[in-house]
């Protein structure tokens, strides 16, 4: 660690030795310390540093640690109790299986695609017979890691989430959950899958496929991004533009919202953050991207207090998930950041500083698992999709 490569000299006034930081501009070596002098040597700096130099560097270090203090690293594994290797693969079967949908043709990777952001690229998203809904997809990269689902929190978990998008009727239109488990039921591999991992007794049920499902999306995280591995103690693993980012974006007040290992102001243990959007409401930008329409949280809260409040999203992975915002109205990620400086803490950034706080996003993007695409089981010689 640099501050620990810190070593104490004495050296005497007499000596030649000036301070090579800040010898020709300040004199507070002579002026500050009488003899003898104390020089410190800093190992990978090159020459020596007097003493105020080595004060304003550990100063400067611990504002950088400070700041880094509302960051922290994505856990390695997200996995609960229970979440055996047979379970998972049977999530990631019905995540991918688009027989879960009216038409045959969506699945959750439709509008979730692991093979990118785990999003779809698109404002809003297209489910059965190309309807589309008010919203845009989220990415369920690292969804595990929010104190509740979707941008108004109205799921408190991943299992009451995966519910909604099977009998949703602009996603994957099934008319309800025993039509879900009828297909399920008509396809004996699926069956016998489900009664390797639930038991004999009602093996088929909702509530188990839910549990599938959300067992597969805990393994869906990316962790040891630059930013983890920078709060880890590798020095280098952030460039000067992510490292000043990264200073813009806590002084700025982004951290005030988005905090924690996913930067969703959401910790283990923790309720989800749900704050107001916009916040400020003077720029035109609100309109040119409508950003007022959609009411939030109080739409499935019913309270008026909630009204434009959403919860704050996860900001890992965001270079690979535009477009942005709840209606997905903002193309890109320059943008996106100049409507959130405006709206959120009345900063009208240079692009300069919009260009360190996205280089500073590029330091969340993280490694992504491997995923071998399942065999899905089939009902020997006949369709189940009608
Ligand atoms: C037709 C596209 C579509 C399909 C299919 C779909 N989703 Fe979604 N998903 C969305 C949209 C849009 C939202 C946000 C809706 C909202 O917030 O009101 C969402 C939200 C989510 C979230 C919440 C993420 C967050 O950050 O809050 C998760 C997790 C998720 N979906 C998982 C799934 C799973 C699992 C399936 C399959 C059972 C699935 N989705 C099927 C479009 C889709
Ligand atoms: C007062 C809380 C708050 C502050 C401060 C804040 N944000 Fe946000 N941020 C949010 C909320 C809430 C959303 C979701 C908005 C919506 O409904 O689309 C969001 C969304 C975003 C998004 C888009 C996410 C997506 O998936 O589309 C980005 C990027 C972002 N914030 C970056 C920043 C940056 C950079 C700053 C500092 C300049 C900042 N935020 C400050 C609360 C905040």
């Known amino acids: 660690m640099f501050q620990q490569q810190v070593v104490f000299e004495m050296q005497s006034l007499e000596g030649p030795e000036v301070c090579s930081c800040c010898m020709k501009r300040a004199r507070c070596p002579r002026f500050l310390f009488s003899s003898p002098r104390i020089v410190k040597t800093m190992k990978p700096f090159p020459g020596k540093l007097c003493i105020c130099c080595v004060v304003l560097f550990a ?180 460039s000067d533009a992510q490292i000043r980012g990264m200073e813009l974006f806590e002084s700025v007040g982004c951290t005030e919202c988005h905090y924690g290992p996913a930067l969703n102001g959401w910790e283990p243990g923790d309720d989800a953050e749900f704050l107001d959007f916009p916040r400020f409401t003077e720029s035109e930008l609100i309109e040119k991207y409508d950003l007022v329409s959609d009411k939030g949280r109080s739409a499935s809260s019913g309270d008026p207090g909630d009204d434009h409040y959403f919860k704050v999203p996860t900001l890992r992975n965001i270079t690979v998930t535009a477009p942005y915002f709840h209606n997905g109205q903002v193309e890109t990620l320059a943008d996106a950041i100049r409507v959130m400086a405006i709206t959120q803490v009345d900063e009208e950034l240079t692009d300069q500083q919009v260009a360190d706080l996205e280089s500073f996003m590029k330091s969340l993007e993280g490694r992504f698992p491997e995923i071998v695409l399942p065999r899905l089981p089939t009902k020997s010689g006949a369709t189940v999709v009608r």
């Open 59 to 238: 100063v400067a270090i611990g504002v950088r640690r400070s700041n880094a203090q509302d960051l922290a690293v994505l856990p390695t594994s997200a996995a609960q109790s229970g979440d055996t290797s047979e379970k998972i693969e049977l999530g990631k079967m019905l995540y991918f299986d688009p027989r879960l949908s009216r038409t045959g043709t969506v699945s959750c990777n439709t509008c979730h695609n692991l093979m990118e952001g785990g999003d779809d690229a698109r404002a809003t998203s297209m489910g059965v017979d190309g309807l589309t809904g008010p919203r845009n997809a989220p990415t369920v990269w690292n969804s595990v890691f929010q104190g509740s689902q979707f941008w108004d929190g109205r799921a408190p978990t991943l299992e009451e989430q995966a519910k909604g998008p099977m009998v949703a009727d602009v996603e994957m239109g099934m008319v309800g959950h025993d039509q879900v488990l009828s297909r399920i039921e008509k396809i004996p591999g699926y069956v016998t899958a489900f009664r390797d991992v639930f038991g004999p007794h009602d093996p088929v049920s909702i509530t188990n496929a839910v549990e599938a499902i959300a067992a597969f999306e805990r393994t869906l995280i990316t962790p040891n991004a630059p930013l983890d591995r920078y709060l880890g103690g590798d020095e280098n693993a952030l």
